[in-house]
């Protein structure tokens, strides 16, 4: 990957190359450490040319339908003129081995457009590295030009955490079962909600849709604002129809401007860098602290005093401590 | 305190002195650094009178009715001639100031007897240390002879995942509400559920309850087993009419069994200790690493290179490592 440390390379990527883009996320990506500093690197070079995005997370249930809606919002958004990305981010891959998120297949027509670019969810990885990495193929696609970047997760773990963490707008998917209020989606992620949207709202469920929507919406108003100058919105779609994505993307579009207006767009990606800094800080203090060759050597040793009670846990994890900034 | 480093002291407590409890709970309770020592010597001394008492971890929203329950089973247990400790974790009293839990006002007549302790909340301080403390009391209950230890959550924030951590019986408690199935209980808790009470069973409820019971006991089924060898309980009580009562001390005494038994009790608690070690050592890592003075020093420099972005979180997060590690 001699050509990614070549002036040319980043400069491909500002051009919007796919391939350049396709090759730094790999070696974003990559686990490898001399890859990191490779692509801090990089990144530090296209860093200028980032944050011109709307970023939108978007998380469901799996069977809400996000892939069948992220294909008709998304080839709307070409329709206007716009270049599209989606991220996945699928912390299941990491325990079945296989991603169930981000296959292009998913989404034929979308993976086909020129201003379409969708990226398979890194697999691998510590969650903390995960989330680092779809943040920084974030960048990536803003430097490549795309306008509007779509982070994708399914509405298990906490990676509806990590991603609302990283978006300016938050949307979460939800079935027109107006009687199961939660379908799934832990609580506390309504709370992250900026647009909560029902889909399969078509054919003999559109007065259920409706009737959910009307129920979420009062549901919504009861719960803390998150934006000062924001109220969630409930709306209805139907992917198969193709009916609601019109104006799920004027949602989308009032609340960019309503977060520019009141400002606090600016204000949460500020506070967003601050979060992400000290996440990589603490995830990799850790890695550094159990690599350590001290803590390997006598880790086991503590572990078995703990384990036996001849020592306490806050006992032995202070000489760990100790060992570990050499002072003993 | 200096009672407390006498050998003495430690006898008291082995010997049931309430006093001499009570006096070294305060002692793991305060955050001064010279206490901790002390605090540590003292476990170390009573560790091997530990671990032989059912530990039971209790929660549910506010409302549910936990103090009634726990009253009237407090009761029924030292009926029975245990000695029961009540201990609890209130993570709303550090931001309100107040502790809505661990007031003795709240279970007069358990407060009363000889056989019960029942113990405030630990104010102050972070979660992981509001944890370790609660576990360290934990220990010194058992020293003190208590058979049963409830250690008792508000269904709110991640506590009820650091109760499940230190208990050997999970219990959730829930109203009649058999249409509202999560009732401001986060999901990811009834997967911990050893057993699953159904509170307020009387009067016009109790047909309710029944339904509730026989809804949450078929949903407990679809969701993995947490022990091989014990399968999750529902029951009805009613604290009023001190009606199941018994029967839920039965099923606990059931779930004893089995866990002896099937051996998953002792794997259990091995696991648990694991975990609280690395919990404390992670928790102590990251307030050495914030506290320590170099990077106290340069650590808003690097956050306002991050912030202007000039610098990537990944990289800065890199250099104040290598500060912190004295390696530059």
Avoid at 78 to 97: C, M, N, T, W, Y
Avoid at 281 to 293: A, I, K, S, V
Wanted: charged fraction near 25%.
């Amino acid at each position: 990957m001699a050509e990614i440390l070549t002036e040319n390379f980043s400069v491909n990527i500002l051009n919007g190359s796919r391939r350049a883009l396709a090759k730094a996320m790999s070696l974003v990506e990559s686990s490898r450490e001399s890859d990191f500093f490779k692509s801090q690197e990089l990144l530090l070079k296209i860093l200028p040319k980032t944050g011109n995005s709307l970023r939108i997370g978007i998380t469901g249930s799996p069977g809400v339908g996000k892939s069948t809606l992220i294909e008709e919002f998304g080839l709307h958004l070409i329709e206007q003129g716009k270049r599209v990305a989606v991220l996945a981010i699928d912390p299941s891959s990491r325990r079945s081995g296989g991603s169930i998120l981000g296959d292009k297949v998913r989404m034929p027509r979308l993976a086909r457009e020129h201003n379409a670019f969708i990226r398979p969810s890194p697999s691998g990885g510590a969650l903390g590295g995960v989330a680092r990495k779809t943040r920084e193929c974030m960048l990536l696609c803003e430097a490549a030009g795309f306008d509007v970047i779509i982070v994708e997760t399914v509405g298990v773990g906490q990676s509806e955490t990590e991603v609302s963490s990283m978006v300016d707008l938050f949307m979460v998917l939800l079935l027109p079962n107006a009687g199961d209020e939660i379908q799934g989606i832990k609580r506390g992620i309504m709370e992250l909600a900026d647009l909560v949207v029902i889909t399969k709202s078509d054919g003999e469920y559109v007065s259920k849709a409706e009737e959910a929507r009307r129920r979420f919406k009062s549901a919504l108003r009861l719960m803390l604002a998150k934006h000062n100058g924001w109220r969630p919105k409930v709306l209805t779609t139907s992917a198969v129809e193709a009916k609601g994505i019109n104006d799920l993307w004027t949602a989308c579009w009032e609340f960019y401007e309503s977060g520019e207006r009141q400002k606090f767009l600016k204000e949460q990606r500020r506070h967003q860098t601050m979060e992400w800094l000290h996440q990589i800080l603490e995830h990799e203090l850790l890695r550094t602290f159990y690599g350590d060759e001290r803590v390997v050597r006598i880790l086991p040793d503590f572990e078995k005093k703990v384990f036996e009670q001849k020592m306490l846990p806050a006992r032995a994890a202070h000489e760990l401590l100790k060992a570990f900034q050499n002072l003993q």
